[in-house]
Structure formats: structure tokens, C-alpha cells
């Protein structure tokens, strides 16, 4: 018998866990799982994706308010008979989840993407957050360091908490050749010789893209030519724009807002720059190292999990503007390190995060959770 799996996300808009999203449900094994899709608010960017991939998605609300979401979902949840609901980002299992719980659904698997600060900046996000998580059937953690912090600031039992990495399609990202590489940068107008370094992400605080263009000012004193790309939107846009203007760097600055075709713009890139001051599983990353790219990224828990330092790519501390700026030159000037931070950079996602064995590790859990409902 086909089981009915709803994901309940807080929107479809750009961001890691979207992407993580979309690659989870295409690789669902479709003969004994049936995913929809429902997000909180909005339809989103992502939406189309979604739907090309034959998934039914469902927009609870129009926008954040009113919170026509809380008596939609409670009538999807009921005309839709799931027998798993799976929750992910912090909104939808804020919000959602509870309604979950008091309708009494016995089938609750929460996604929990990062151990970000907010949680402990506002003890009353953090108790109801581990009020609502100790009602779920179970809680998959993207990174250890994730899982040791929601036993250590929830309570949660370890029995309930699972380990599960995000993971990527592979066969999507590979190194790119000459050709390529040359398609993509005058898909841009990026100068074809230039080394050019990427910046990927939503353009928020956490992922501190200001430590990224005080990096690009250094290494510009030294490497005049070389080209920095930010692809992303977000609410911090026009500040980072102004501090490149104040830096003096803005003609070797290009910020492209939103980039569809990831694969593309891994394809225009020499190296990734990762600046981010926490990090649970970032996407970003994954599909940069299996694109062969060489990268200097933070060592955070979430990045520190997946990369080794010198082997697959470059760590330096979080918001330390002179080892990223070392790091980054080693590589510029290295064009042995960075053929091997790249064979190593792919080698590790082929060995440990290909969506496809993570999707049957989840499906597992799945499995467990409808045996021990069958079982009570």
C-alpha cells in the first residue's frame, strides 16, 4: 500500500532547505511513497520546479497575514489522510506542527536545518520549540552538531533524534570544461581569463556576506583582476551594495539577485567564498564540492562536519576577514591546490551525500514510525 507523505514548509521562496526539499521528493520511491507538498505562505520560486517534477503543492495562505494557514491546514490534514507529515523550517514547525499534535496525528517527522541563535536569544521560541518537538514522532538533525544541541537545549531523548545530513543529486554538478566555463561567464558578462570567486546564498545576517566583500577588498590590493559574484536576494542587498561602494570595490562586484540554473553558475566560478557565522547542512556548499570547486569556507560545526581543512577545502574562523583572505590566496596563486581541493571536494560528496541513499535513510524512519503505529 502507497502511503501519503505531506512536507509542510514555511515557504517555496530561494533557500537551502527548498533545494534540499525539491531533491528529497523527486527521489522518493514513488511505489510505496505519495509526496505533496504545502507551504505556509506564498507560492513561491520553487513552486514551478515542484510541480515539473509532478509533485501537487499546496499554498495555505497568501501571505504570512492573515494566518489563513492555521484553518487550511487543519482541512488539508483531514481531507488529505497523510500518513506522514513532515515538517521543516522553523515557521511551519512553529506554527503547523502544533496544530499536528492536538489533532492528534501519530505520524510527525520534524527537520530541524540548523542550531541557529535565535532559538537562544528567545527562551520562549526555544521552550515552545521543544514542546512541540518532544510531540513528534521523530526529529531528523542535518548535522551532529544540530543533534547534540537539541538534546543538550530541548531535552529531546536521543532515541528520538536522528542524524541525517542534507544530500544532492551528483549527477547534476561536475567540474566544468573550458566550453562550459566560457558559456556560463558571458551568460553574465563576466570576463572569460578572470579568476572569479562566488559568493551563494540568501542575503541575510546569518550567512554575513559583509565579511565576504571585506575579504574581496584584500585580495583585490593584491589580485587587481580578480572578478567576486554574489548570487542571492535578500533583505541586506542594498546595505551590501553600499559597503562595496564604501570599500572601493564595486567595478569587480557583481551581484546577480536570483540564479535559476545553479549548475551554470558553478560552472562560471574558480572558487567559493563561504562566510557564514553558523551553518547546519548548507547546500550551497554541497553542490560547490561536487562541482570540483575549491572552497574557503568558515569552520562552523555544519560546514566543519562535511569538510576536512586542506583536504576538501580551505576553513578559517568565523568573521576572521585575515585567514579567509590567506586562505583564498593560497588558492588564487595555487593552481595544484586547487586541482586537488577539487578532486577531493567531489570524491566527499560521492562517498557520503548523495540524496538518493539519504532519501531511503529517511524513508526509514518513515517506515519505523507507520510499524510502531501499527504496533500500539
Known amino acids: 500500500m502507497k502511503r501519503r507523505v ?32 504545502a507551504a505556509m505562505h506564498g507560492r513561491g520560486i520553487y513552486a514551478p520546479a515542484f510541480e515539473e517534477a509532478g509533485i501537487p503543492i499546496h499554498s495555505l495562505s497568501p501571505g504570512k497575514f492573515p494566518p489563513l494557514y492555521v484553518p487550511n ?23 503547523a506542527k502544533p496544530l499536528a499534535i492536538l489533532a492528534g496525528h501519530r505520524g510527525i517527522i520534524v527537520h530541524d536545518q540548523c ?3 535565535s532559538r537562544d536569544q528567545s527562551p520562549a521560541l526555544l521552550a515552545a520549540d521543544a514542546l512541540a518537538n518532544r510531540g513528534a514522532s521523530r526529529v531528523i538533525a542535518v ?15 536521543e532515541s528520538k533524534v536522528e542524524m541525517i545530513p542534507n544530500g544532492i543529486d551528483a549527477s547534476m554538478f561536475s567540474p566544468a570544461n573550458e566550453l562550459e566555463r566560457a558559456g556560463a561567464r558571458e551568460n553574465w558578462g563576466i570576463p572569460a581569463k578572470a579568476f572569479v570567486v562566488g559568493g551563494v ?28 559574484v554574489i548570487a542571492g536576494t535578500g533583505p541586506q542587498e542594498e546595505k551590501l551594495r553600499d559597503e562595496a561602494d564604501a570599500l572601493g570595490i564595486s567595478a569587480n562586484i557583481r551581484f546577480l539577485g536570483h540564479v535559476s540554473d545553479r549548475v551554470r553558475l558553478y560552472q562560471a566560478l574558480d572558487a567559493l567564498l563561504m562566510t557564514s557565522d553558523f551553518e547546519g547542512t548548507p547546500m550551497t556548499l554541497l553542490e560547490a564540492l561536487a562541482s570540483g570547486l575549491p572552497v574557503v569556507a568558515s569552520s562552523v560545526d555544519g560546514i566543519a562536519e562535511v569538510c576536512t581543512d586542506g583536504r576538501d577545502a580551505l576553513l578559517a574562523p568565523p568573521r576572521d576577514v585575515e585567514k579567509f583572505t590567506t586562505a583564498l590566496d593560497k588558492v588564487i596563486q595555487g ?19 548523495e540524496i538518493s541513499g539519504l532519501t531511503r535513510k529517511i524513508e526509514a524512519i518513515y517506515d519505523e514510525v507507520l510499524s510502531e503505529q501499527a504496533a500500539s
Do not use: W
Not at 73 to 95: S, V
Open 6 to 37: 505531506l512536507h509542510v514548509i514555511d515557504s517555496l521562496d530561494l533557500g537551502g532547505a527548498q533545494t534540499f526539499l525539491l531533491d528529497l521528493v523527486k527521489h522518493h520511491d514513488r511505489f510505496r511513497y505519495l509526496p505533496e507538498v
Open 73 to 95: 491546514f487543519l482541512r488539508l490534514m483531514r481531507e488529505g489522510k497523510y500518513d506522514i507529515l513532515h515538517f521543516h523550517l522553523f515557521g511551519a514547525n512553529l506554527c
Open 115 to 117: 542550531n541557529d541563535a
Open 143 to 157: 548535522s551532529e552538531s544540530v543533534r547534540r544541541y537539541l538534546m543538550a537545549h530541548e531535552d529531546l531523548a
Open 201 to 228: 546564498g540568501r542575503l541575510v545576517a546569518q550567512k554575513n556576506f559583509g565579511v565576504f566583500l571585506r575579504v574581496a577588498a584584500q585580495i583585490l590590493a593584491g589580485h587587481p583582476g580578480v572578478i567576486f
Open 335 to 353: 593552481g595544484g591546490l586547487r586541482l586537488q581541493l577539487g578532486a577531493k571536494a567531489r570524491e566527499t560528496i560521492l562517498e557520503r551525500y
